[in-house]
């Protein structure tokens, strides 16, 4: 049959942001697992959309294994980039890992598509995706494509949303 062409994808974002439970959502249900767990180190998941097959290095986020993202930032043709949209006060530290990523010499000068999820919108103390933007100012990336959606990990909300649009970016 025809076969889908292959992306990897950076998964990124402090710890408890919920990108191993999105990413985990974007998988045939039978492949989703029930128990999710803090990632150590990363862990390497694959996911399919009409016509792209992901594969994705789903990242630590924990202070201690912050330094692992940048040896796959060189394999990496697009980021997804998880916030805690409820954790205002870790908000100025997910900036501080997202300026130094985008200063990084191998994310620097790429033309890299990049998605946000503004996740937990569910819980009542979420801040809206436009403030999340805002708080880590988007705006002044000019040199990449990017795009924000406010997601719900735990129900799926917002997730095809932002995954259509990478795949629009990358096809
Ligand atoms: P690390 O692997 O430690 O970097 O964390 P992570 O970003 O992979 O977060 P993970 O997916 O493990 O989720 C952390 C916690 O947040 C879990 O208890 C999830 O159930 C919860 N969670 C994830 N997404 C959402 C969401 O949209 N809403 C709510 N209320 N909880 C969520
Ligand atoms: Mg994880």
Same mark, same amino acid.
């Given at each position: 049959?025809?076969?889908? &062409?292959? $992306?990897?994808?950076?998964? #990124?974002?402090?710890?408890?942001?919920?990108?191993? =439970?999105?990413?985990? !959502? +974007? &998988?045939?249900?039978?492949? %989703? =697992?029930?128990?999710?767990?803090?990632?150590?180190?990363?862990?390497?998941?694959?996911?399919?959309?009409?016509?792209?097959?992901? =594969? $994705?290095? /789903?990242? *630590?986020?924990?202070?201690?294994?912050? /330094?692992?993202?940048?040896?796959?930032?060189?394999?990496?043709?697009?980021?997804?980039?998880?916030?805690?949209?409820?954790? !205002? +006060?870790?908000?100025?530290?997910? &900036?501080?890992?997202? /300026?130094?990523?985008?200063?990084?010499?191998?994310?620097?000068?790429?033309? @890299?598509?990049?998605?946000?999820?503004?996740? !937990?919108?569910?819980?009542?103390?979420?801040? *809206?995706?436009?403030?999340?933007? %805002? +708080?880590?100012? #988007?705006?002044?990336? &000019? /040199?990449?494509?990017?795009?924000?959606?406010?997601?719900?990990?735990?129900?799926?909300?917002? @997730?095809?949303?932002?995954?259509?649009? +990478? %795949?629009? %970016?990358?096809?």
């Amino acid at each position: 049959g025809l076969k889908k &062409k292959e $992306v990897h994808v950076l998964c #990124l974002g402090l710890d408890n942001s919920g990108k191993t =439970t999105i990413i985990n !959502k +974007l &998988k045939p249900s039978n492949a %989703q =697992t029930q128990d999710i767990v803090p990632t150590i180190g990363f862990s390497i998941e694959k996911f399919k959309t009409s016509s792209l097959s992901f =594969t $994705v290095f /789903d990242m *630590s986020g924990q202070g201690k294994y912050r /330094d692992l993202w940048e040896h796959y930032y060189k394999e990496g043709q697009a980021i997804i980039f998880v916030i805690d949209s409820s954790d !205002k +006060l870790r908000m100025v530290v997910a &900036k501080e890992e997202l /300026d130094t990523l985008l200063n990084h010499p191998d994310i620097k000068h790429r033309r @890299l598509p990049i998605l946000f999820f503004a996740n !937990k919108m569910d819980l009542r103390d979420a801040v *809206s995706s436009v403030k999340v933007s %805002q +708080l880590l100012s #988007l705006e002044n990336i &000019k /040199d990449k494509p990017w795009h924000i959606c406010a997601s719900d990990a735990l129900k799926g909300e917002g @997730l095809q949303e932002g995954v259509d649009w +990478l %795949q629009d %970016q990358i096809t």
